[in-house]
């Protein structure tokens, strides 16, 4: 096996991801296990400066981000997105094999046993692959309203148009699911500090297994966040700002949620009543 010099940034819960680092020399593993026996054997397994073991925030993202914080000025050229258990969970032995070593911005998902009903949307299944690794869902927010519950945003449009000015609002939101790609640095250093630590205050306000519901939508945007032009919104760029802005996001997603468990709202708008706008008048 040809071992790459692409930079392995492994996100890892309860495994002893030897299966990934054997593809590299170089690796952090930033491990949030909770069974001694895992965090045991990682510590047999790898010297001290390639594990950093960190809270367990219930999901992936927040670890990049924070690499991307503390490394700003000296990252690799070259960095694989990485979840400890990728290899089987998002994609098969024999992708990864093709495209461990890939120099260039990469979607690493693929899901064979879901092909039959992804090659196609249809009303059933709004969702299909655009090619091997672009899956593409239909701009719904459905998973907003799952068992993940949220805080400050709960539709994806209004995320989208919160962080970047004037930009597409999708019909479809293609992503990797799971957020694994092998991205440049130049990719990261297009967004400052701030527009990342601003990222994971808001997937970090409950740091649990039932992680807040707006990691879902950064995860629909990280083809944005290092693939896209579009020039981002003044707060993004100024913490003590941005908290501000998400005391207004906060006002606005409870009146949302206070008009929608009226009873007779259909009623109500024909009689004049009109549903709150989110931010209406600043965004």
Not at 37 to 66: C, Q, W
Not at 104 to 118: C, P
Not at 211 to 221: C, G, H, Q, T
Not at 258 to 267: D, E, G, I, P, T
Request: one cysteine or more.
């Amino acid at each position: 096996m040809k071992k790459t010099d692409i930079f392995f940034l492994i996100h890892n819960y309860n495994t002893v991801p030897t299966n990934l680092t054997e593809y590299c020399d170089n690796f952090l593993i930033m491990d949030s296990s909770d069974d001694e026996e895992v965090k045991r054997k990682l510590d047999e397994t790898y010297p001290a400066d390639k594990i950093m073991h960190i809270e367990n925030t219930g999901h992936n993202l927040t670890s990049y981000f924070d690499y991307f914080i503390r490394h700003y000025d000296n990252l690799p050229e070259y960095i694989a997105l990485l979840k400890g258990n990728i290899i089987g969970r998002h994609v098969s032995q024999e992708f990864f094999d093709r495209a461990y070593d890939n120099h260039f911005f990469t979607f690493l998902y693929e899901e064979k046993n879901m092909r039959a009903k992804y090659e196609k949307a249809s009303e059933e299944c709004p969702a299909f692959l655009l090619d091997e690794t672009h899956f593409a869902e239909f701009n719904s927010s459905w998973y907003m309203r799952q068992s993940h519950s949220y805080r400050y945003f709960y539709d994806l449009d209004d995320f989208i148009r919160f962080v970047y000015e004037e930009a597409v609002i999708p019909k479809y939101a293609t992503f990797a699911p799971g957020g694994c790609y092998i991205i440049s640095k130049h990719q990261v250093l297009k967004n400052s500090v701030t527009f990342y630590k601003n990222l994971n205050t808001l997937m970090e306000y409950r740091k649990e297994y039932n992680f807040p519901a707006e990691a879902y939508l950064v995860e629909r945007i990280m083809p944005y966040i290092f693939g896209s032009n579009y020039k981002t919104r003044s707060w993004m760029e100024d913490e003590a700002e941005f908290a501000r802005m998400l005391e207004k996001c906060e006002e606005s997603t409870k009146a949302h949620d206070a008009w929608n468990s009226q009873h007779l709202k259909r009623v109500k708008m024909w009689l004049g009543a009109k549903p709150p706008v989110f931010l209406e008048g600043i965004l």
